[in-house]
């Protein structure tokens, strides 16, 4: 029988979670590799758009969206191999580019139970795609900041548990997270999800 997963406040917290847990390392990374002038724009201007973090390489400017997954998707282990930038990222884009006079950017953290990957390039990289492809050719084209890093925290509260239920007519054509590997579909739930609970 197919099933489809219920997205409750408990997911929707852990997703929270792992977003501030995943800028918070960001932070890290980022000074690590040598960026400076390290700033958390959410904490100036709650949802500042597209970015989470501002920060300087020699005399490049960055806003960067930080993103961290799981390595491995909920109920299947396998790669994740796209993670969602959303559907206006790049309008969102131009206009922290234009605010803050800085170039458009993207940190991809890769989550595992010990340790951590984390990669960088600007959004152009993508050339116009809503995702960041997370497979080993698509890796390829980034800068890798950190590989398999250890970051000496329990991730298990962000590991991927769902509650199922069988597929009814009211839920027929949603398959889950996992459908065409994204999980673009379940963040934007759980994205109005956790601006509910703020609010």
Not at 23 to 47: S, V
Not at 104 to 132: C, E, K, Q, R
């Amino acid at each position: 029988m197919r099933r489809i997963v219920i997205l409750n406040k408990e997911v929707a917290l852990r997703f929270q979670k792992l977003g501030s847990f995943g800028e918070a390392l960001a932070g890290r990374i980022l000074q690590n590799a040598g960026f400076t002038k390290i700033r958390n724009l959410n904490q100036i201007r709650q949802n500042f758009p597209f970015a989470d973090i501002y920060a300087e390489r020699g005399k490049q400017k960055y806003v960067i969206s930080v993103k961290i997954r799981n390595r491995y998707q909920a109920r299947t282990d396998r790669l994740n191999p796209r993670y969602n930038l959303g559907k206006n990222c790049y309008e969102l884009a131009t206009r922290a580019e234009a605010e803050l006079s800085a170039t458009p950017a993207f940190l991809a953290i890769s989550l595992h139970s010990d340790f951590y990957s984390a990669y960088f390039a600007p959004l152009t990289v993508l050339a116009g795609s809503l995702g960041i492809r997370m497979t080993p050719t698509s890796l390829s084209r980034y800068e890798c900041l950190a590989e398999d890093a250890l970051h000496g925290i329990d991730a298990s509260p962000f590991k991927n548990t769902y509650l199922e239920a069988p597929i009814t007519n009211s839920t027929k054509g949603w398959e889950g997270p996992e459908r065409a590997g994204d999980v673009g579909l379940v963040e934007g739930v759980i994205a109005r999800s956790v601006l509910s609970i703020r609010g």
